[in-house]
């Protein structure tokens, strides 16, 4: 099993470009969220999903979008980029939501200019 | 608001020097209280669920216990290897599928 794997490992955009940060897991968990890690202020939920065409916002969705066509991948939009938004994102997979079954995977760092 | 924080920010030991690691948290309906270990470049990774207070849970040279209020992540004589950030979260029964983590506390181990 390759676990949780993250494209990609790190990314430099320009104010105002769009990309998109992509996620895959292969253990066939129904739950997957997005986490961005800035420092000194912990891991902040962006968006999940607890199965194949259903998500749900987290604690900051602004300025990102995602979708679930596929159990195994969950991919997470930026459409246009701010300086605001540089940070590290981790994304996560659990089979049943909870902390005691999250996998992580290494995560995508990206700087806007 | 849920709300998690961890002290110290940072820990600089010595090899063999225990000591302890704290997490406050206010929550409503408190489903479970996590620590995770996180090297470098690399993502969470679990080490312990907490449950319900009184609560303890040991893996090697790491002890994990729990109050109605916080939780203390206790390190004896710990190594080198030891050296990471380590992460609080807590997971309420309202927001089952959402964690909310603390700030994290970085911990060096001098050999």
């Known amino acids: 099993n390759a676990g949780v794997t993250q494209t990609p490992k790190f990314q430099v955009l320009k104010t105002g470009q769009s990309m998109t940060l992509q996620c895959a897991q292969d253990?066939?968990?129904?739950?997957m969220s997005w986490y961005r890690q800035d420092p000194g202020m912990g891991l902040r939920l962006i968006h999940y999903?607890?199965?194949?065409?259903?998500?749900d916002q987290g604690e900051v969705p602004n300025g990102y979008n995602v979708s679930r066509s596929t159990t195994e991948d969950f991919p997470l939009r930026l459409l246009s980029a701010a300086p605001s938004q540089t940070s590290v994102y981790f994304c996560?997979?659990?089979?049943?939501?909870?902390?005691?079954?999250?996998?992580f995977g290494p995560g995508t760092r990206l700087l806007v200019l | 608001e849920d709300q998690v924080t961890q002290s110290p920010e940072a820990l600089r030991l010595q090899e063999g020097e225990s000591s302890s690691l704290n997490c406050s948290y206010t929550v409503s309906g408190l489903r479970g209280l996590f620590w995770y270990r996180q090297d470098p470049g690399k993502g969470p990774e679990f080490l312990f669920t907490l449950y319900s207070a009184g609560e303890e849970k040991e893996k090697e040279r790491l002890k994990a216990t729990l109050t109605k209020k916080e939780s203390f992540l206790h390190i004896t004589a710990p190594k080198p290897e030891d050296s990471a950030t380590y992460l609080c979260?807590?997971?309420?029964?309202?927001?089952?599928?959402?964690?909310?983590f603390g700030q994290g506390t970085r911990l060096t181990i001098n050999p």
């Open positions: 253990m066939n968990h129904e739950y």
């Open positions: 999903s607890v199965g194949a065409g259903i998500t």
């Open positions: 996560a997979s659990s089979f049943n939501g909870g902390g005691e079954t999250q996998y």
């Open positions: 979260a807590v997971q309420t029964f309202q927001g089952a599928q959402k964690l909310v």
